[in-house]
């Protein structure tokens, strides 16, 4: 079964550092998706990053960049210089070949001024 | 504006009242999808939709009903709620499965089931 993990419930971390926010995941499927959302505490969700298994780079968008270690099995995002506004949940989740989509249970990061 | 639009937004009910909670979307996009989400255990999916007339399960399907008989529209039906069904609920769609990047999110639905 698919199964995503994050282990960090909550992360504190001053403004203008760089932010890691862990994933694991685990599949047997050889072709799986792996992607990051935020939810602010407005509640919208917002994508933030997709990483293919087959992609050979690391995904990168804006600040936002994916440290995909497929041996590993982790997905970890990775924000640089972190702002106020990055405080939201953040929630990882695998796509699977049966176009299942299963999410982890959450970060919840704070930025500190 | 492209958009998915979900109704209602909040909804207090008694157990065993049937209910749906319609979502609409805007984009032409073939798949579709709720979820559910509580609080420590993030969004687990319900139900998906590849295209008109085809759904399958996802992870906690129990207690639930969709249907997809147009492309646009993915009610979600709960026959007779029961108070574990309160949650915050989210449809989704996208162009494809795989089209994740471009997945819409509408804006949430509240239910309450007393």
């Known amino acids: 079964a698919q199964k995503i993990t994050q282990t960090q419930p909550g992360m504190f971390v001053q403004e203008k550092e760089a932010v890691t926010l862990d994933c694991t995941y685990d599949?047997?499927?050889?072709?799986?998706?792996l992607f990051w959302y935020k939810q602010p505490s407005s509640g919208e969700m917002i994508f933030l990053i997709y990483q293919g298994s087959y992609d050979q780079q690391n995904a990168t968008e804006g600040r936002y960049s994916l440290n995909f270690q497929k041996a590993r099995k982790s997905a970890n995002l990775v924000i640089s210089a972190s702002q106020l506004g990055d405080s939201a949940m953040y929630f990882c989740a695998i796509l699977n070949r049966d176009d299942k989509i299963i999410f982890g249970k959450g970060t919840r990061l704070h930025i500190l001024p | 504006e492209a958009q998915v639009t979900q109704n209602p937004r909040y909804l207090i009910t008694v157990t065993g009242k049937k209910l749906t909670v319609t979502c609409s979307q805007n984009?032409?996009?073939?798949?579709m999808s709720w979820y559910r989400q509580d609080p420590g255990l993030g969004l687990r999916q319900i139900y998906y939709s590849m295209n008109v007339e085809v759904t399958d399960k996802g992870d906690v399907p129990e207690g639930y009903k969709v249907s997809r008989k147009e492309k646009r529209n993915f009610p979600l039906i709960l026959e007779s709620p029961s108070p574990n069904q309160t949650s915050l609920y989210f449809c989704?769609?996208?162009?494809?499965?795989?089209?994740?990047?471009?997945?819409?999110f509408g804006p949430g639905t509240r239910l309450t089931v007393l």
């Open positions: 984009m032409n996009h073939e798949y």
């Open positions: 989704a769609s996208s162009p494809g499965s795989r089209e994740v990047s471009e997945q819409f």
């Open positions: 599949t047997s499927d050889p072709s799986y998706g």
